[in-house]
């Protein structure tokens, strides 16, 4: 049953009321914004602060000096590993979205049991990301369940091996971070109205037309989604480098951590990490003007 | 699965766990309204404070270690000990040269392996909160006498000097070998925890040959089948005994065409890869047919955990030997428990428990008796890599002594791009 209005309320509390209406997105984005603050800004100024300082080796005692040596240096000396960082890391999302796609579209449109299949996607995430990696370092192993069989059946030669090369590093980083590729693909596809998909039909378009002029597009949101959260994270990650590559597959995520923990190069490792991070924007920036003229709110 | 199949390495976990900046800072600048500031002044406010000239920040009161401190000191009834993983005699999941320590003493120990690397465990447990001021949290830390931080450690003032009263066992029975070391004279901070041998492993179903030269490791005929340690120290030790160099009286000459030597073994491909404590699962893979190991790893491969393929050899060029060191760290809460523990592991009858399952070189000579008489391995207790006989004495090497940090960091530039 409707309420009447009731003007018989005193004006002033009213005035509050609208008061605590225009103060409560400030207040319900306070949370998000001082965990923004204190986790990321405050870190990030300490990243950039550091790499203009001076250290000294022993007490590790720093200076601000704005010495920005250590840019130049960084990148003369492993512009290789950045060009490897995101030569693997490339490959590996590009391989994901391709594999991911049909498997999101799959379990969007034609799964009878959604939530099933996407608890199998995410399964692996209960076991620790290092231990699933050790275990393909098992799998793969020069004489293991796979090679060794194979080189017994006379099917490869006695020398190969998987392990301790840039594919097998490639291949790690796509198997670790598929599940972030295919989940928002499936967000995008799973919002998509199937009557779009019956109009499409019924003014004439062909499967494969609708696919690629209704599906397709409105699928870029996650898309573009399923590239950055894993483009980045692969770039930056230094895991699958370290369990699976070989004498020279080291990306520059373990050189980061080289100059950190073993040499406490702080300065260094900070003004890597900072190139790294300037080199992703750059490229998400470029990415995001190619893929369409629209801003980023409209893709997340 | 065996547990050596889900040993994952912990360096790794820790990398993956360790906060990039050091947490304090991160919370010390938290409370600065971050508009509030200009961007240089924000920069400026980051600077990160380093030691003090006194050496260090940890608040020790005076005195600390002396004889009057430590007649302060009471019993707490409880230990904290970090060793390296794998390292104690493991029964069921349980310790029993702990077990009984602790029914004969009421000192309850909480055993943890937190360590995999002198330098990440230093940098990421021991330095920072060191520095604070803090206490660590442990009453023993177990530290390699090849790695800088030990002796860093020694330097800056943050290990508590030992109660020579409570050595009864230590000045009885440890060996000569550990007895007043180079690296700590008259065992002022330190008592070793085992000794070992940085020497060959192999793997006899694919090298047929006798390993008796480090020269096999320059081989082509094992071209991506054999593996090197991604360690600065270990890798120019190795390239200098290639050489025909003993490290310990190297010169930065020998280094540069140690140097060299590696490069042109990376550059060759005979190299697999740079590892660090997983080397050992390469190995029982069968991913590497000889590599650069730790001499106990391949002993306990081969006669406890189904490897008997795998081999140990000691080069005729000799083998690098190192001992990791029992000190406690300063401002450790239980240090009077410390102390009871690390004399009680030098009864030969302990000892000989430990050993039996650790294999590597054994601080204490009595204890080959027992492993032989009472706990029946003629194994470990007739190995000369366990209790070292004057040949592999004559074989053993010292590291290099860095004189400063500049020599040290010299080393660094030259060994770790090798592997980096």
Not at chain 1, 2 to 28: H, I, M, N, T
Not at chain 1, 259 to 265: G, N, P, Q, R
Not at chain 2, 67 to 88: D, G, M, R, S
Not at chain 2, 241 to 247: E, H, N, S, V, Y
Request: aromatic share 12%; proline share 6%; hydrophobic share 45%.
């Amino acid at each position: 049953m409707e309420q009447p209005v009731r003007s018989d309320l005193p004006v002033a509390e009213r005035k509050g009321a609208r008061l605590g209406r225009r103060l409560a997105p400030y207040l319900l984005g306070a949370p998000a914004s001082l965990w923004l603050a204190l986790f990321f800004v405050v870190p990030m100024f300490t990243m950039l602060s550091l790499s203009l300082q001076t250290c000294d080796p022993v007490t590790l005692a720093c200076r601000l000096t704005w010495h920005v040596g250590e840019f130049p240096q960084a990148v003369g000396e492993f512009h290789a590993y950045f060009l490897r960082s995101i030569q693997y890391g490339g490959a590996a999302t590009v391989i994901d979205l391709v594999v991911a796609f049909p498997l999101a579209y799959w379990i969007a449109f034609r799964a009878r049991r959604k939530s099933f299949f996407l608890l199998m996607l995410l399964l692996p995430f209960f076991v620790s990301f290092v231990i699933r990696t050790l275990t393909w370092q098992f799998i793969l192993s020069d004489q293991g369940l796979i090679l060794g069989t194979l080189k017994n059946l006379h099917l490869l030669p006695q020398d190969f091996h998987v392990l301790a090369t840039g594919w097998a590093v490639t291949a790690g980083i796509a198997y670790n971070f598929l599940p972030f590729t295919a989940l928002p693909l499936y967000v995008a596809l799973e919002r998509i109205d199937p009557r779009v998909l019956e109009a499409a039909a019924d003014l004439y378009a062909s499967r494969s037309m609708a696919f690629l002029r209704v599906t397709l597009p409105l699928a870029i949101p996650g898309i573009f989604a399923a590239f950055l959260l894993t483009f980045v994270p692969a770039v930056g990650d230094f895991v699958n480098a370290t369990i699976l590559g070989g004498t020279s597959n080291l990306m520059v995520g373990n050189i980061i951590q080289n100059k950190f923990l073993l040499f406490t190069d702080y300065p260094a490792a900070s003004a890597l990490s900072a190139i790294l991070m300037a080199v992703l924007l750059v490229g998400i920036a470029l990415y995001s003007r190619v893929l369409g003229s629209r801003t980023i709110e409209e893709y997340v | 699965m065996s547990h050596q199949d889900h040993q994952l390495d912990p360096a790794l976990a820790r990398g993956l766990t360790m906060p990039r900046m050091s947490r304090r800072e991160l919370f010390r600048y938290a409370g600065v309204g971050v508009g509030a500031l200009g961007l240089s002044a924000l920069l400026e406010a980051c600077g990160t404070k380093g030691v003090t000239s006194s050496g260090s920040s940890a608040q020790a009161s005076a005195g600390v270690g002396s004889q009057e401190w430590w007649a302060k000191q009471t019993l707490h009834h409880q230990l904290n000990f970090a060793n390296w993983p794998y390292y104690i005699d493991t029964a069921h999941g349980k310790h029993p040269s702990i077990e009984q320590f602790q029914q004969k003493t009421g000192i309850q120990v909480n055993y943890t392996e937190p360590i995999d690397d002198n330098v990440t465990f230093y940098q990421s447990k021991l330095r920072p909160v060191l520095q604070a001021g803090q206490p660590t949290g442990y009453d023993i830390v177990v530290l390699t006498n090849n790695d800088w931080p030990l002796s860093q450690m020694m330097e800056l003032g943050w290990l508590i000097p030992l109660n020579h009263e409570m050595m009864k066992n230590f000045d009885q029975y440890a060996s000569h070998l550990v007895k007043d070391p180079t690296w700590d004279p008259g065992n002022k901070y330190t008592m070793a925890w085992q000794s070992g041998y940085t020497c060959l492993g192999y793997n006899t179903k694919y090298v047929k040959e006798p390993v008796t030269s480090v020269q096999i490791l320059w081989d082509e005929k094992y071209a991506g089948k054999i593996g090197m340690f991604a360690n600065a120290g270990e890798l120019g030790s190795i390239g200098l005994l290639a050489l025909g160099i003993d490290p310990a009286t190297s010169t930065p000459d020998d280094w540069k065409k140690a140097a060299d030597k590696l490069q042109q073994q990376k550059d060759a491909g005979i190299v697999r890869s740079y590892y660090d404590q997983d080397y050992i699962k390469a190995l029982k893979n069968e991913d590497i047919w000889i590599s650069q190991v730790w001499s106990g790893d391949v002993f306990q491969a081969a006669t406890y955990q189904g490897y008997p393929q795998l081999k140990i050899a000691i080069p005729d060029e000799g083998a690098m030997f190192w001992t990791d060191n029992m000190c406690i760290p300063l401002l450790a809460e239980n240090p009077l428990d410390a102390m009871t523990y690390m004399d009680y592991v030098y009864d030969p009858q302990v000892q000989a428990l430990i050993e039996d399952y650790n294999a590597y070189v054994c601080p204490v000579p009595a204890a080959k008796e027992i492993i032989a008489k009472q706990l029946k391995d003629p194994t470990v207790a007739n190995s000369p890599t366990v209790f070292p006989d004057a040949h592999m004495q004559s074989l053993s090497r010292n590291y290099y002594q860095f004189k400063n940090n500049e020599e040290l960091t010299e080393w660094n530039n030259l060994f770790v791009p090798i592997f980096q």
